[in-house]
DNA sequence: AAAATTCTCAACCGCATGCAT
DNA sequence: GATGCATGCGGTTGAGAATTT
């Protein structure tokens, strides 16, 4: 592993781009795609001026308010993985995600008495602890969000190994095929770990359930085959597994009939894994908000999505020295 | 009006990792 | 296995803009 020797080399321009730069690398791009990055500019230059500006389907401007409270609910989780941030921020870079956090973000929390760092109020990271309802309900999301993690990595694992079983051992269903073929597909190339979990766990579930093909589900039946199939041969396991995933337990609103099952797990699937994913998880965990999916539009579960919403939007602006989180 | 200070954010740096040779 | 390069990521820097004194 050698290290790249970038812009130290003689010759290579270093600095701001100029619009002339700029429109040379776009027409280079244009020509080329954005694959091989060989100017007058080091590749790593040209890569990151695509990546963070020139790329059209970049958002530039302010950050709404929504925007901020998710960045805020993500470092919390995740710390400082920007990439990881912005991968549930659509159109915003890694860079100026970072970039707001250190300018705006961070200073609005210190203003507020809360530790950046562990997003907890600083009296409390001193050891007075009397934990807020919010501070509990940040610890139960970084559980979850813990425990989820683990089994979609778990599920990445177990799904590269099917792949390549897949691939070996044609189903003698051209359906199951087809879901499998389809499903593959999402897989490739996923920007993290979470942008991939947000696409395909649902794809994973109803490929599982495609896969029995059975017209008898029961709830619990439904689940463990569905970690059965991804998990291996343990049913048992399996069951365990996407149980204690929240992104999968959605076996409460599982009715028996096949079709009204695979309706059901995937549109609550598809629910609970929504942008932004661990919110709902967690509204729904947190605050016992998951409403039943009465096939009529999900305006319940909007409505208490506003609410949780609104919830942090008042614990975010409340008046200084108030628990947060 | 000018100097000083603070803020913003694009760009750079250094490291880790993956892949090809 | 060693080397060279590309890519991705997070931390940091510094020039220019904005604000304050």
């Known amino acids: 592993m050698g290290r790249s020797p970038c812009c130290d080399k003689v010759g290579l321009k270093k600095g701001p781009w100029t619009p002339e730069e700029d429109q040379k690398l776009l ?51 995740l710390g400082n993985r920007w990439s990881a941030i912005a991968s549930h921020l659509p159109k915003r870079t890694d860079n ?16 507020m008495g809360i530790d950046p760092t562990t997003h907890k109020p600083k009296n409390h990271a001193l050891g007075c602890t009397h934990p807020t309802k919010d501070l509990a309900n940040l610890s139960h999301m970084a559980q979850w969000e813990s425990a989820r993690l683990e089994a979609e990595a778990r599920i ?26 389809s499903f593959f597909n999402q897989l490739e190339s996923p920007t993290s770990i979470l942008n991939f979990s947000d696409n395909t766990i649902a794809a994973v579930g109803m490929a599982a359930m495609v896969h029995e093909n059975s017209s008898s589900f029961n709830n619990n039946n439904c689940v463990g085959k569905m970690g059965c199939s991804l998990y291996g041969d343990d049913q048992e396991e399996g069951k365990g597994i996407m149980e204690n995933s929240p992104a999968i337990s959605m076996h409460d609103h599982v009715s028996p009939s096949s079709s009204t099952c695979c309706n059901n797990i995937y549109g609550a699937a598809a629910d609970s894994l929504r942008f932004p994913s661990f919110m709902d998880g967690f509204a729904a965990a947190d605050l016992h908000l998951l409403p039943p999916h009465d096939h ?28 947060v989180f």
């Open 96 to 111: 100026e995600i970072k970039n707001y956090w250190n300018t705006h973000l961070k200073k609005r929390l210190v203003k």
């Open 27 to 77: 027409a280079y791009i244009q020509e080329h795609g954005h694959g091989s990055w060989r100017l007058q500019r080091c590749g790593k230059s040209c890569r990151l001026r695509w990546t963070n500006y020139l790329r059209p389907d970049i958002k530039r401007g302010k950050f709404s308010l929504q925007e901020e409270q998710t960045i805020i609910q993500l470092h919390a989780l």
């Open 156 to 181: 990445v694992h177990i799904l590269k190994v099917w792949q390549g079983t897949w691939a070996r051992a044609p189903t003698t269903s051209n359906r199951i095929k087809d879901v499998n073929i």
């Open 296 to 323: 009529s539009g999900n305006a319940l579960f909007e409505e208490n999505k506003i609410n949780y919403w609104s919830n942090i939007l008042n614990v975010v602006n409340s008046p200084m020295g108030s628990p």
